[in-house]
């Protein structure tokens, strides 16, 4: 004998609401990395651990990874273990660190054995326009740099300046979108021995004509020439 569910239960169940997809916690592909200051700390969230280091690496704390909760716009890892307590709280909006000029995706806050410090998580968001940005040359036309000295590239608003791994130069530009003018490049005339002089001809060559810029990540610059050569660079600390 079938026994009638009542009608009010029935009723319930069709109303209840379906929590939202975009609710649910994002798997951690990867490393997840936040990083504070004042006192300096990070955290690294892998699939299997979270590691926080903190008063500029003087302590540590390593828990499992729990599954995280679904918080308002984030999500939060709550860890324990017999000598330590671990909360972090990661919310979604941009966040800049204090002491550079990176911004971020998240803003993340970290409870530390009842200690609470504020940063910022995720890969850095690359620069809405490149003044006011330093980086490091990592490679020219598909080889590594070479030279006694790292190559560097300073952009200001209407000018940039750096070094070869040579000589120094500079020149003005103009960024319009992802296009670079760059317009005559001046630079010291110092001879320099091995690979370095033929690395400061081809990203010269790279300078002659309008580039593009595009970003791996927040911090990996990509400039491309109109001949095809490529400089790649590492966002300086």
């Not at 995280?68 to 860890?79: I, S």
């Amino acid at each position: 004998m079938k026994t009638a569910l009542p009608v009010a239960a029935l009723l319930l169940a069709a109303c209840s609401p379906t929590p939202p997809a975009g609710d649910a916690p994002p798997p951690v592909v990867g490393n997840y990395r936040a990083i504070g200051t004042e006192p300096g700390w990070t955290v690294t969230i892998t699939p299997g651990q979270i590691e926080y280091l903190g008063n500029y690496g003087e302590t540590t704390i390593v828990t499992p990874r729990p599954e995280p909760r679904a918080t308002f716009n984030g999500h939060r890892y709550e860890a324990k273990t017999e000598a330590h307590s671990l909360v972090v709280d990661i919310t979604h909006g941009q966040c800049s660190d204090g002491m550079s000029d990176r911004t971020y995706p998240d803003t993340v806050m970290v409870i530390a054995d009842g200690k609470t410090v504020k940063g910022c998580g995720g890969p850095a968001v690359p620069p809405a326009k490149l003044a006011g940005t330093s980086w490091t040359i990592i490679s020219i036309g598909g080889t590594a740099a070479a030279g006694d000295r790292p190559g560097t590239l300073a952009f200001s608003e209407d000018r940039l300046s750096g070094s070869s791994g040579c000589n120094r130069f500079s020149s003005p530009y103009a960024q319009t979108g992802d296009r670079l003018s760059i317009s005559a490049v001046t630079s010291t005339k110092m001879a320099c021995p091995g690979p370095a002089m033929e690395q400061e001809s081809k990203l010269f060559e790279i300078f002659a004509s309008e580039v593009r810029v595009s970003f791996r990540d927040g911090d990996t610059l990509v400039i491309t020439g109109g001949n095809g050569g490529q400089v790649v660079l590492k966002r300086a600390i």
